[in-house]
């Protein structure tokens, strides 16, 4: 019988309780990998990891002590975690920038910074980023967000030429409009700003650079970066894959 590809391996994954980063922990487990399932939603997180057989890690990433004592022990990092705000830069509260720069930039730094050397002394690393089509492109009311998925593509290059010669890979996956608890709420907020149905607030604002007009499904996510950790990856590095319904296609 052949053994589970990530078997003997160890996976750490940020933002795990719901979302992009729940269906990526549980495609991690089946892999075989053991799992530290990171979120600050202490019941979410333990959820899932009961469910998954992983080993939950309640952590706010914004506080980057507590980001400083994650495990480092690590061969699979799979930094997802994120949250949006949606206002005009004069009116952007600089606090909220801050913070939301430290979870989806800052917060990935360091866990990257803290697992580089297990990695190295292993000869072996694969370190996905859950960046966004707002990595490539840009949005109106969205500064903070842009922001941090545009320079989580930058760093994601910087370590794939640092970790190339220690069998050390690193790369961005970008996805659209995905069905999860950010985006839902982001519907239901449009769809009482606006006045309209929520189904009308994905075809004529959310999915209105997209020419497949659906969400994407986490678990789509999920296998995307399997082929990123997995026994296909060993030249993939400094990428970014796109599963955007061919938003940045424009």
């Known amino acids: 019988m ?31 990998a053991r799992v530290f399932a990171v979120d600050r939603d202490a019941a979410g997180v ?5 469910a998954i057989g992983a080993i939950p890690l309640v952590c706010d990433l914004s506080d980057l002590d ?13 930094n997802n975690a994120g949250l949006q705000h949606v206002s005009p830069i004069e009116d952007f509260d600089p606090e909220r920038f801050s913070l939301m720069l430290r979870v989806m930039l800052e917060a990935p730094f360091r866990l990257v910074r803290r697992v580089l050397p297990h990695m190295y002394a292993g000869g072996w690393g694969r370190i996905v980023h859950v960046s966004s089509a707002h990595g490539h492109r840009a949005s109106p009311f969205k500064s903070a967000y842009v922001t941090a998925k545009h320079g989580l593509e930058g760093l994601s290059k910087v370590i ?36 309209i149905a929520e189904e009308e607030v994905l075809e004529r604002v959310l999915l209105a650079p997209e020419a497949i007009k659906r969400l994407v499904e986490p678990a789509e996510v999920a296998e995307l970066a399997a082929v990123l950790y997995g026994p ?6 400094g990428s970014s894959l796109s599963v955007d319904g061919g938003w940045t296609a424009r």
């Open 160 to 195: 794939a030429l640092e970790g190339a010669a220690h069998g050390v890979t690193s790369n961005c996956l970008s996805p659209g409009y995905v069905r999860t608890p950010l985006v839902e709420k982001q519907v239901a907020d449009q769809a009482r700003a606006h006045g």
């Open 66 to 78: 507590a980001v400083d004592a994650l495990p480092a022990d690590v061969d699979v990092l799979v």
């Open 46 to 50: 333990t959820a899932l990891a009961a």
């Open 2 to 32: 052949t053994a589970p590809p990530l078997a003997d391996r160890t996976a750490l994954v940020t933002g795990a309780a719901s979302g992009i980063g729940a269906a990526v922990a549980r495609r991690l487990a089946t892999d075989g």
């Open 232 to 237: 296909a990856s060993a030249s993939i590095t």
